[in-house]
C-alpha cells in the first residue's frame, strides 16, 4: 500500500500552460515537503508546508497544504521547459521524526 | 556550507559479488543520515537511517546493510548481489529530526547495474 498517492502519474503539456498535480493521503502528516528530480541527480527541495491550510508560493509555483493535513497540491502556472522533471511529495508522520516517505512522483514534461 | 558527496557515481557488479557505496557529509556535526533506493526513475524507499555513529535503523528486510564508522560517514554494503538490488542510490543528511520542516538534503545518486 502506497502511503502518500500522487497523480497524475505523467503529464505532458506545452509551454504556457497551467497544471496541477496532487499528494494524496489517508493518513495525516506533520509536514509536507515538495521536491522536483532531474534524471540522474538527487532530490532538491522545493518546499515545506506544515500548518494545514498553509499556501506557498515560489514564483510560478502555488503549494497547498490541506486542511487536515491529508493531502497537498503543487499548481504552476504558464509552465516552462525548465519546469520539466519528477516531482515528489514526501511526509513525516507524527512520532517518524527521522523518516521522509516518498510518493511515487509525478513525471512532467513541458514541450517547446 | 553543508555539502554531500557519494561514490561511485556509476557501477556494474556481477550478480554475487560484494558491493560498497560510500557517502560523506562535510560542513555539519552529528547529521541524520539515510540510504534511499529509487527504481525505474521513481519514488525514493528508505533502506537505512542513522542517528549517531554506529547507530543503524533497517527499513526494509533485505540483501544490503549499512553502517557508520564515523560520524559523517556512511557506507552502504552487500555481500552477494541480486539482479533485483539494481537501482539508482541516493545518500542524504539532515541537521536534526525532519519533523516540522527541516530539510533532507540529497547527495548525487549512484546507479547500480547488477549483471
Known amino acids: 500500500t502506497q502511503l502518500l498517492e500522487q497523480s497524475p502519474q505523467f503529464l505532458s503539456i506545452q509551454e504556457g500552460e497551467n497544471l496541477t498535480v496532487y499528494c494524496n493521503s489517508s493518513s495525516v502528516f506533520s509536514s509536507l515537503q515538495w521536491y522536483r528530480q532531474e534524471p540522474g541527480e538527487g532530490p532538491v527541495l522545493l518546499v515545506t508546508v506544515v500548518t494545514g491550510g498553509e499556501v506557498k508560493k515560489l514564483k510560478r509555483l502555488t503549494f497547498q497544504f490541506g486542511d487536515a493535513r491529508k493531502d497537498s497540491s503543487l499548481h504552476i502556472t504558464a509552465a516552462q521547459t525548465g519546469d520539466t522533471g519528477l516531482y515528489l511529495c514526501?511526509?513525516?508522520?507524527?512520532?517518524?521524526?527521522?523518516?521522509?516517505?516518498f510518493g511515487k512522483g509525478t513525471l512532467l514534461t513541458v514541450n517547446p | 556550507s553543508q555539502t554531500i558527496h557519494q561514490w561511485p557515481a556509476t557501477l556494474v557488479q556481477p550478480v554475487g559479488s560484494p558491493l560498497s557505496l560510500e557517502c560523506t557529509v562535510e560542513g555539519t556535526s552529528n547529521p541524520n543520515l539515510y540510504w534511499y533506493r529509487q527504481a525505474a526513475g521513481r519514488g525514493l524507499q528508505l533502506l537505512f537511517y542513522?542517528?549517531?555513529?554506529?547507530?543503524i535503523s533497517s527499513e526494509v528486510p533485505q540483501n544490503l546493510s549499512a553502517s557508520r564508522p564515523q560520524d559523517r560517514q556512511f557506507i552502504l554494503s552487500s555481500k552477494k548481489l541480486l539482479l533485483s538490488d539494481s537501482g539508482f542510490y541516493l545518500c542524504a543528511w539532515s541537521p536534526d529530526r525532519v519533523h516540522s520542516g527541516n530539510t533532507i538534503y540529497f547527495g548525487e545518486g549512484s546507479w547500480l547495474t547488477v549483471v
Open positions: 514526501a511526509g513525516v508522520r507524527g512520532g517518524s521524526n527521522y523518516k521522509l516517505t
Open positions: 542513522s542517528v549517531g555513529i554506529g547507530q
